[in-house]
């Protein structure tokens, strides 16, 4: 038997044995960024700073949600939060990704609190940034300010997508960046912000934790999240000067960043 048969052989063996998965990523590889970014936004928002982490030889995903960005199409009331866990953990599961540092921007903090909770096997930290804490029983609408919560509740009952906020409100005032924003912004599906996140298992689900807060200026209600996750020593806690959009107003920062913490 010549050598090309044997190595055929014990191929198809290892598969139909199930002993070893030759398509799988070694779990001790470098790590791999899953980049999910927040309400309105979609993965076009991570642009420079995946190409700066793939410069630094990282692989990124950067997922749009349904009914988000390129998916923007999709936007109906079937989509859900749970809709948006199952996006990230198919694409973790399909890609066959481990040792995955999950970021998650802004409403996306309730998303991968949800994909951690699922797949702990697949993670190897959870990085908020300047993102939400939703617990379990929470959802993003019923820890909004009041006055934002009682505007967003009566297009949830009128089932009407979330229009986005504007723009200088996540730091961009750059005339050009604002058209650019502008341009691809998209209603939020009512239903990520109304649907209550269930978790079987403790916040985090025994991962690293790590928060993020951009500070200049400081949103609020994240300000009011970021001292949770500051106060708690569960959490590593970093802080960045600039607006919500860090991944857009400072990309070199943040990525430096993001690498100095995959270590």
Not at 142 to 161: H, Y
Not at 201 to 214: D, R, S, T
Request: aromatic fraction near 10%; hydrophobic fraction near 40%.
């Amino acid at each position: 038997m010549n050598l090309s048969k044997k190595i055929f052989i014990t191929v198809i063996f290892l598969i139909l044995t199930g002993q070893q998965n030759i398509f799988a990523q070694d779990e001790f590889e470098k790590p791999i960024y899953v980049l999910v970014h927040g309400a309105w936004h979609g993965g076009w928002s991570w642009k420079m700073v995946s190409q700066d982490l793939r410069e630094n030889d990282f692989d990124v995903y950067t997922p749009s949600l349904s009914g988000l960005g390129e998916h923007k199409n999709i936007a109906t009331e079937n989509i859900t939060l749970e809709t948006h866990i199952s996006d990230i953990v198919n694409l973790i599961e399909m890609e066959d990704l481990y040792n995955v540092i999950l970021v998650g921007h802004s409403y996306s903090g309730t998303v991968i609190a949800g994909v951690a909770d699922r797949i702990p096997n697949r993670l190897s930290k959870l990085i908020f940034l300047d993102a939400m804490l939703v617990h379990d029983g929470e959802s993003p609408l019923s820890l909004q300010p009041k006055e934002a919560k009682r505007a967003q509740e009566k297009l949830v009952r009128k089932k009407q997508n979330i229009p986005p906020f504007p723009v200088a409100l996540f730091g961009v005032t750059d005339s050009l960046q604002t058209k650019w924003v502008n341009e691809r912004l998209t209603p939020q599906p009512f239903n990520t912000f109304a649907q209550k996140l269930s978790l079987e298992n403790k916040y985090g689900n025994g991962l690293p934790l790590v928060y993020i807060a951009c500070t200049n200026p400081w949103l609020p209600i994240l300000e009011k999240m970021s001292k949770e996750a500051k106060n708690n020593p569960s959490w590593s806690y970093f802080e960045l000067n600039t607006g919500h959009d860090a991944m857009l107003l400072v990309p070199d920062e943040l990525s430096n960043l993001l690498i100095k913490l995959s270590k």
